[in-house]
């Protein structure tokens, strides 16, 4: 994530709320159902260690410095083309996020993983990389509290991780592609992260909507000026989440539905 140079806070404007489960088909109430039980037991197993997911993740690393990686390298699935890593802000730019916040997760897909077709939206200055796996999209951000628990969902400008802007209804249909192999490095990580994106996933979708709508809201406010470059817009929308919750409120719609 590159420095911010220009300092911004959230507004209440791009907070989203949990997205409603009426209508959602039983199979995927269901696989979000599975990913609750997941996201719990790897919490439940890491606090019977005396750990937690950002302790598994930093497990060797000696130092924990603001703005790097974790794991070194990022976490790459070679099957699915997904990608993770964990980093902090320092502590005057964390407070933009959330006060309470450790660090967050950047989960991402890049094109070999993309579905055949999607193409990026068009831009004046868009350079194609020399790789086309250098192609790649952001899907959520997800902030940790300093206990190792999940607080919040936020997306980010194009220029915050450096991704390839695609819209919003391509990257939501990509969604159920992020998948992280159990036997890759931090094995517990990778289950956890997966399960998280598919119980959040239409929380996740919401705020990618809002995600292009602030988008266009600044592209009006301020015509002519390049908007996913604009180092004044960072945090594009975010949603206060709670595992137990969703959890909850899965359960009582599967209820509803038979």
Request: aromatic letters at 8%.
């Amino acid at each position: 994530m590159n420095q911010p140079t220009t300092e911004f806070r959230p507004l209440t404007s791009l907070s989203v709320e949990p997205a409603g489960l009426d209508g959602i088909a039983n199979a995927e109430l269901d696989a979000m159902a599975a990913a609750g039980e997941a996201v719990m037991e790897c919490q439940r197993a890491l606090a019977a260690a005396g750990s937690n997911v950002i302790a598994e993740l930093l497990k060797g690393s000696h130092d924990f410095f603001e703005w790097d990686h974790y794991p070194p390298g990022d976490v790459y699935d070679w099957n699915s083309h997904a990608q993770y890593y964990y980093h902090a802000h320092p502590p005057e730019d964390r407070r933009d996020l959330v006060a309470e916040e450790h660090g967050h997760f950047h989960t991402f897909l890049r094109k070999r993983g993309m579905p055949p077709g999607v193409a990026p939206v068009p831009r004046a200055d868009f350079q194609a990389p020399n790789d086309p796996d250098d192609l790649l999209t952001h899907f959520v951000a997800i902030s940790m509290d300093r206990s190792g628990l999940p607080i919040r969902l936020f997306t980010t400008n194009r220029w915050v991780t450096g991704e390839t802007w695609y819209a919003a209804d391509d990257v939501i249909a990509m969604l159920s592609r992020f998948s992280i192999g159990e036997r890759n490095r931090a094995g517990e990580v990778n289950v956890w992260i997966t399960a998280m994106l598919c119980l959040f996933r239409p929380d996740v979708a919401r705020l990618l909507q809002r995600r292009d709508e602030t988008i266009a809201a600044r592209m009006v406010e301020r015509p002519g000026l390049d908007v996913y470059e604009d180092r004044s817009l960072e945090v594009l929308s975010y949603m206060d989440i709670s595992v137990a919750a969703r959890i909850a409120a899965i359960s009582q719609a599967r209820a509803a539905a038979g």
